[in-house]
């Protein structure tokens, strides 16, 4: 392979003994442990090993994590009462429910009940506006760590053309705000997009959030790409990104492997955000 391998759990290991490093500095001036509350609803497998991966985040950096687990059963009403009652308590500084809820819930309605300073995840309006008006705010957790692995290895961001396929709310849309912030000429491609190859072939940067395994190829790669895979798809039991990741290799300059790429740093981008969010809380209270 010739690309250069963009190693998630080295950045990810390096940042947590960073933030562990600032949360322990921020106990003994304020007394007390930044608190992330995390709320699994329903016992849906994969997000149960999130949750135990945020937690496990949590103590390798001196957060305190409170653990609420409900039932499926639980009501809309009973599950806005959990949140509500996180929102006004004033020991926890970041609260994250994990998605997806379980259907009959109104994830939206839940969502937005956590307030924008407490908002570890930075889906709340008021983060998402903020991110669009280029205002400092939370921004989602994946799209901001892929953007600390290009940070790291240096590579050239302004007047790029950078190419996302994929427009959710947490991965494609912030990315795609996220680099143009930077300056990169940015465009944004989905499942009703023409020419995708062609677009994708212009691509200085090119960053994969689609959910289909393999789905980028070589012939869509410009010579020297930098190539950023955030897809997470289990096929015969393995974890497979969204990208061809043998034959991109050979002409990317830089590639994230799957696992071990962009997955690693959207925890640690998590723990980063409630490190922050805790600190801001603390200085807008001294003010
Ligand atoms: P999503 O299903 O919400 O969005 C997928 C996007 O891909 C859509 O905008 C859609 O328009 C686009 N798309 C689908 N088919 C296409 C096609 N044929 N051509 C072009 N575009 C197409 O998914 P998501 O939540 O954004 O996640 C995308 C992938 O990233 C998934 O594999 C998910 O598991 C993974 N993911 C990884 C992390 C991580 O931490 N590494 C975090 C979030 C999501």
Redesign the pocket.
């Known amino acids: 392979m010739n690309a250069k391998l963009i190693d998630g759990k080295a950045i990810s290991a390096k940042k947590r003994e960073e933030i562990r490093q600032k949360s322990e500095l921020f106990e003994k001036e304020t007394g007390r442990k930044i608190c992330l509350a995390v709320v699994l609803i329903g016992n849906d497998p994969a997000s149960e090993v999130y949750v135990r991966n945020k937690i496990r985040g949590c103590e390798a950096t001196n957060i305190k994590s409170l653990s609420y687990t409900l039932p499926a059963t639980i009501t809309q009403a009973q599950a806005e009462e959990v949140v509500r009652a996180l929102a006004v308590d004033d020991a926890v500084d970041g609260i994250l429910v994990q998605l997806p809820l379980p259907a009959g819930l109104n994830e939206t309605k839940i969502l937005n009940l956590i307030p924008p300073e407490k908002d570890v995840d930075g889906f709340h309006p008021v983060n998402v506006g903020n991110l669009v008006l280029g205002k400092e705010s939370t921004v989602a957790c ?1 799209p901001m760590g892929v953007m600390t692995m290009l940070h790291e290895y240096g590579v050239e961001i302004s007047g790029k053309n950078a190419v996302v ?4 709310n ?3 849309k912030p990315m795609a705000l996220l680099l143009l912030r930077e300056n990169a000429t940015v465009t944004v ?3 009703k ?1 023409k020419n ?1 190859k062609e677009i994708c072939k212009n691509a200085d940067i090119l960053v994969a ?4 395994p393999a ?1 980028v190829t070589a012939d869509m790669v410009k010579e020297g790409a930098v190539v950023i895979d ?4 289990r096929v015969d039991g393995k974890l497979k990104g ?1 990208v061809d990741f043998e034959k991109v290799g050979e002409k990317a300059s830089y590639i994230t492997p799957v696992p071990g790429g ?2 690693p740093m ?1 925890i640690t981008t998590l723990l980063e955000n409630t490190y922050l969010c805790g600190v801001k809380r603390y200085r807008a209270k001294k003010r």
């Open positions: 994946t396929i994929g427009r959710s947490i991965v494609g491609c989905h499942s997009t995708l959030a689609i959910g289909r789905f955030v897809g997470i798809n969204d962009v997955g959207t």
